[in-house]
């Protein structure tokens, strides 16, 4: 399985962006439907953190305590996409951005290469 994650940019304190992971390939026949799938972050000079995470049928969602009631984890199955919006963003979200997919509950193998998101005050 192959991750592709974009939406990365600069934006100041408050305002929005949407990420999206865009994935594909197979691995031991799975499809997109049979990952749940996380966003994951890195800022400069800390270890990589959970952010969300979202299961197959995007009805369970689990947030990170510092992000909740800000971003919003979705997917759309029929286009292979997870999403991250981000609203009210702060510096402190600033980092590089990773999607995973885990072919079983919280077990993320499969990484995209990341986007770059940077929050100005």
């Known amino acids: 399985v192959q991750l592709q994650a974009s939406g990365g940019g600069s934006v100041q304190a408050g305002g929005s962006l949407r990420l999206s992971c865009l994935a594909s390939g197979r691995a031991s026949g799975r499809t997109f439907m049979n990952y749940e799938m996380g966003w994951f972050r890195q800022a400069p000079g800390k270890e990589r953190e959970f952010v969300a995470r979202i299961n197959w049928s995007g009805l369970s969602t689990y947030y990170a305590d510092s992000v909740k009631g800000r971003f919003s984890i979705s997917r759309d199955n029929a286009k292979n996409t997870a999403f991250l919006q981000m609203d009210s963003l702060k510096p402190e979200d600033t980092a590089v951005y990773y999607c995973?997919?885990?072919?079983?509950?919280?077990?993320?193998?499969?990484w995209g290469q990341g986007t770059l998101v940077t929050v100005s005050s």
């Open positions: 995973a997919a885990a072919p079983f509950t919280n077990n993320f193998q499969y």
